[in-house]
């Protein structure tokens, strides 16, 4: 983190990241914190001895000042430039007007929810493009665009065929909403309960193994 904040001046900071006087320090010193994991040397109980590894990062569009950051320093203190995969953020359940929110926990589906939450949060709250009534939906179909089970869909049903199946059917008013919805809770609650399983297997052992780190270096050496 030292070597990093070495790298960036006060100036080249506020330009990435638009900080004013009024902003606290904690903000100004964060973006090091942010860049190292990039770097194997972070994780030696990880990659001891292959220093020369590069890094691929998953993320949002929000942390891309930060990683924009991390690759123009990286050469300079001798690792390679981290690549980026850039995603899309994931809807709260009541639509793309809201945001998940840990004070609202019907706004997102959580990896400890059991079925009966899943599906209950589906049902309930997941905001849809269905309209008002049966015959209207036959008739106008659903509004893909705005349809919070949809975009879920995309995001989890990884057969690409039966997605596109689904879209062409519920936007033309062919599947109804409940429909929908139910294919979504199948998927969801088989993805949860098994990332459940696999949290369970964890022992304590592995989390130690894991968390193990080595000391920190003298930042003045």
Known sequence: ??????CVTYNKVVGI????????????SFPPVQAVPSFPTSFPHLFSGKDNLRCLIPCAIDQDPYFRMTRDVAPR????????????FFP?????????????PNSAIYVTDSAKDIKNKINKHAFT????????????GANLEVDIPIKY???????DAEL????????????????VKKR??????????????????????????????????????
Do not use: C, W
């Open 1 to 6: 983190m030292v070597k990093v904040a070495k």
């Open 17 to 28: 990241f638009g900080f004013t006087g009024e902003d606290h320090i904690g903000k100004v």
């Open 77 to 88: 203190i001798g690792y390679h430039k981290p690549a980026l995969i850039e995603s899309s």
């Open 92 to 104: 709260a359940l009541q639509g793309e007007s809201g945001k998940m929110s840990a004070s609202d």
């Open 129 to 140: 493009g269905g309209q008002e009534s049966i015959e209207k939906h036959r008739k106008y």
């Open 153 to 159: 869909l995309n995001f989890f049903l990884e057969d």
């Open 164 to 179: 596109e199946h689904i879209k062409k059917e519920y936007g033309a008013g062919h599947m109804l909403t409940g429909e």
């Open 184 to 221: 979504l809770i199948e998927i969801l609650t088989e993805l949860v309960e098994r990332h459940q399983r696999a949290r369970a297997s964890v022992t304590e052992e592995m989390v130690d193994a894991f968390m193990a780190v080595r000391p920190l270096p003298n930042m003045f050496d």
